[in-house]
Nanobody, 115 residues
Framework: QVQLVESGGGLVQPGGSLRLSCAASGFIFTFHTMSWYRQGPGKQRELVASISATGGGITYADAVKGRFTISRDNANNTVYLQMSSLTQEDTAIYYC????????WGQGTQVTVSS
């Protein structure tokens, strides 16, 4: 079955950095676009970044452009989200997703930006 397991979240001070990882299994990873979403407290879930199957196509939400970098390791079925210059507005649960006839979601990893 499809599994997406996020890791790497935690508490970080404003201006700090974190790298999130998502280990994928149960489908042919190299065929599919992977995405990161987030849901902050009291906010709707929003798309953060997406990366195409080969890594050649990448999109970012305006709020994270220039601060976040999405990447993937197709040899190890893992997608990453490198986050830097974090602000309190980035506090959220971050989810890894893939669309395979329907959306599949990981359990999420909490990122808290606070001093």
């Amino acid at each position: 079955q499809v599994q997406l397991v996020e890791s790497g979240g935690g508490l970080v001070q404003p201006g700090g950095s974190l790298r999130l990882s998502c280990a994928a299994s149960g489908f042919i990873f190299t065929f599919h676009t992977m995405s990161w979403y987030r849901q902050g407290p009291g906010k709707q879930r929003e798309l953060v970044a997406s990366i195409s199957a080969t890594g050649g196509g990448i999109t970012y939400a305006d709020a994270v452009k220039g601060r976040f970098t999405i990447s993937r390791d197709n040899a190890n079925n893992t997608v990453y989200l490198q986050m830097s210059s974090l602000t309190q507005e980035d506090t959220a649960i971050y989810y890894c997703t893939v669309f395979l006839r329907r959306d599949y979601w990981g359990q999420g990893t909490q990122v808290t930006v606070s001093s």
